[in-house]
Each structure stands twice: as C-alpha cells, then as structure tokens.
C-alpha cells in the first residue's frame, strides 16, 4: 500500500459497488449459492484473441471477437486480416492505408504481439479458460445465465465478448469482486504443465497482477472415467452448446465409400463412422434430449454428455491486458496471408 499512497492504479483495483434491482440480486444469489456447491477450479489452459486501444481509450481496451484461439499465430493472423481488410475496404486515406499495411507488412515476418497502425494499438491478448468443479461434478449452467430455447441447429451463435471493454477499475457487483479477489493468486501448479509453463504463471502474477472476467462461455464435454474431454467449441449461451450437441449426434460426417488406399489418407474418427443402425440410436437420443427444457445432460451408450459453464480470466498489468507468454507454443510461424497492396489500393496477385 506504501507504493500508491494517493490512490491505487487502476490494474490493482476492484471497484465494488452494491446493486439493489431485483435481476441484479437474484443473480448474486444465484452465483454465491453455485461457488458454495462448485468450490474449486480446474484450468484448461489459455486462449488468444484480439484487443485494440484507440485514442482516449487507455488505460481500456475493448475486444474485437471471441477469444478462441488455441495458441497465439492464429490469433496474429486474425490480426494480419482484419488490417489488411481494413486497408482494403474502410479508408480512401493513402496515408492511413499505408499505416494500415505496414503493419501487416511486420506481422508476415515477426510473431509480435502487438502493432500500431492509424494511431489505434492493436494487440494479441491471453486469456486462461477454467471451470468451476465441487463433487466430482463441473458446474453446469447458472439459472441466470442468459439462454434462449431455440432448437434451430442452424441459428447463429451470438457473440457477447466482441466488444467487450477490459476495464480493471470498472465498478462489478459483489460476487463479480469476491471472484477477481480470489482469483489473483490462480497459477498452474499441476504436474501436467511443463516447468516453463509453471514459471510463466508464477512470474504473470506480478507482471500482470489484477484480473479481469470475461463473459460466460458453454462447451459441452464427454465424462469420461476420471476427467473430461471437449465436444464442442465454446458458445455465448448454454442453448447454443445444446444445440451444438444435438448437431453433434444427428449431422456428422457420413462414413465415406471405401477408397484405394493412399498413404497419407489419416483414418477417420470412430465418431464419423455411422452406419443406419447408430444414426438411428443418435437420432432418438437427440429427440428426446429436445423434448426437455433446457436440458444440460445427455446419456448415450454409456457415454455421458455435459453442458457446462467455462469462465475466463484475463490477468492485467500497469500497460493494460497480458500478452502471449514465451513458453505458449504456436504450430507455426508468420507468413504472407494475403496479396500485396499499395498505399492506393492497387492489389498484386501472385509472387
């Protein structure tokens, strides 16, 4: 406290503040009832995504989609196409293109995590994914978590962190704050993560001391004898990983006809092969799981299916949101994704 007589800055604040509407206090009791039943964390392990700082903005950032990038390349290569597109498509500026594209120029050669083009920073940020688990059981959805009961498999899945602005400062309500609180201390200590790994966490807990929630995310994931496995990506509501699940069973890929074989033709996974008889057992499974309301379990064959609530915490530091760490291990590197374009707008196709 000696370090910041006057006042704390602002990545090492959590305003609290008391809301009294009614959504407000059900929610909060709902939440303080599901961390006394869901008593502890198991962490996945991080996601990448996007952030952008405009002028006025700092120390905020606001997010531009869904952090759902498994490791940080994929999340630079967002990065490459959304300047490139906005060079291409929002500026008549030549000066304001070349910004644009000089940035792109930097990210198809070096694997940086952040750039500035047009006076907006633009960066690669690191959010870790967990869950909250209490009787050898993950959470499963909150009865306030927003949901719908659609069962259009087709209906889009609304995004709820695009724009969403990382404000460490910001006021949250009293269960929001007790979460931040006791999440300064969250590092990987279990044995499966590489030492390096370990030490990065430990060493982001003063680098990036404060935390921030993200909106809510749902998978829906396999039991399995002792841990679980993923089925599904993550979804703004938990009806959209139920539709997911039901997509799951009742659209997967046909088995294909037999095919000379070829040496690097990998073989398919034993979900994908379904003859009549297995469609058919996946299709009564999906119907009566659609019967119910808002169903977040589904049994099949001994297999167990859960829908289940996944949090994310972003760790935030004095420069803003925590960037990609030396031990994340990208699959490849940075290249040209897409043609050559001049300050004018001219586009060069080929080498």
């Known amino acids: 406290m000696d370090a910041h007589p006057e006042r704390s800055p602002d990545h090492l604040t959590i305003n609290v503040t008391r809301r009294d509407d009614p959504v407000s206090e059900v929610t909060e009791a709902d939440a303080f009832a599901s961390v006394r039943k869901y008593p502890n964390i198991v962490v996945r392990g991080p996601l990448f995504g996007l952030a952008e700082q405009r002028r006025g903005d700092r120390p905020r950032w606001r997010l531009l989609g869904e952090l759902d990038c498994g490791f940080p390349q994929m999340a630079r290569d967002e990065l490459n196409s959304l300047l490139w597109f906005r060079a291409r498509d929002d500026t008549e500026d030549p000066a304001v293109r070349r910004s644009l594209l000089d940035a792109v120029a930097r990210l198809e050669v070096e694997p940086t995590d952040e750039v500035s083009a047009d006076g907006v920073r633009y960066r690669v940020v690191r959010a870790d994914e967990f869950a909250r688990i209490g009787g050898d059981r993950l959470e499963p959805p909150r009865a306030t978590d927003p949901d719908d009961d659609s069962w259009d498999l087709d209906a889009p899945d609304p995004c709820r962190t695009e724009g969403f602005v990382v404000d460490h400062a910001a006021a949250v309500g009293l269960t929001e704050g007790i979460d931040r609180a006791g999440l300064l201390g969250l590092s990987y200590t279990a044995a499966r993560f590489p030492e390096d790994v370990r030490a990065d966490s430990r060493r982001a807990l003063t680098t990036h001391p404060g935390v921030v929630l993200l909106p809510t995310t749902f998978r829906v994931v396999e039991r399995k004898e002792v841990t679980w496995s993923m089925v599904t990506g993550q979804y703004s509501t938990p009806q959209g990983a139920r539709r997911a699940l039901v997509h799951h069973l009742t659209r997967p890929v046909p ?25 058919a057992l996946r299709a009564r499974a999906a119907k009566k799981f659609t019967a119910r309301r808002r169903p977040n379990e589904l049994v099949l064959r001994g297999r167990r299916f859960e829908v289940v609530r996944v949090e994310r915490v972003m760790r935030i530091g004095p420069d803003g949101p925590e960037k990609s760490r030396p031990s994340d291990v990208d699959d490849y590197g940075p290249s040209r994704i897409h043609p050559l374009m001049d300050e004018k707008g001219n586009i060069t196709y080929g080498s």
């Open 255 to 279: 088995q294909l006809p037999d095919l000379p074989d070829l040496p690097d033709m990998p073989e398919l996974p034993a979900w994908m092969k379904v003859d009549e008889k297995e469609a």
